[in-house]
């Protein structure tokens, strides 16, 4: 969804209603079956204007499910957290206000979308390279690796450059 918001105030936010109304429209055409439980950005974390969108996305989705996926994962496991807005009631008496609440989450597929993926796997498996997970978790560890070294290496050059180490 078209989304931006003020680089010096980030109180100051800006997103395209007709745009979702009309992808909304769009989506209830296609999949009159399904339902939108939510929303999603690319966080890493929660910020401060997640309770304000929420809000605006509740007219959509009542009981919205806000999903936040780290596109820069340092970790083996599921880049995703879930939340959930909850109203929190303040002991001095002052007005409620929303927050989030984990949700516990696990990333799953549909019984005819996993024959979907095991007909493309049987197509491409090579057995002499063992399983698609092991593939996958080697590739994982290995491109790593190669990003701490990188990391490395640049932060080398940048002390060069700064003249902070001598060129070697």
């Given at each position: ?116 993926v095991e007909h493309l796997l049987r197509d ?45």
């Amino acid at each position: 969804v078209p989304f931006d918001e003020d680089d010096k105030d980030k109180s100051v936010w800006f997103l395209d209603h007709d745009y979702l109304e009309n992808m909304y429209g769009m989506f209830k055409k296609v999949n009159a079956r399904e339902k939108v439980v939510g929303w999603y950005h690319t966080g890493p974390k929660l910020h401060q204007n997640d309770v304000a969108i929420n809000e605006l996305i509740r007219r959509y989705c009542p009981n919205s499910v806000l999903v936040i996926i780290d596109a820069k994962p340092k970790d083996l496991g599921l880049p995703t957290e879930a939340y959930q807005a909850v109203e929190e009631v303040h002991d001095d008496g002052s007005p409620t206000t929303r927050t989030f609440e984990h949700v516990p989450s696990e990333i799953g597929a549909e019984e005819a979308e996993e024959v979907g993926v095991e007909h493309l796997l049987r197509d491409i498996k090579d057995t002499t390279v063992g399983s698609l997970s092991q593939r996958v978790t080697n590739q994982l560890l290995g491109l790593k690796g190669l990003h701490s070294q990188l990391s490395e290496i640049r932060d080398y050059l940048v002390q060069v450059g700064e003249g902070s180490l001598p060129m070697n």
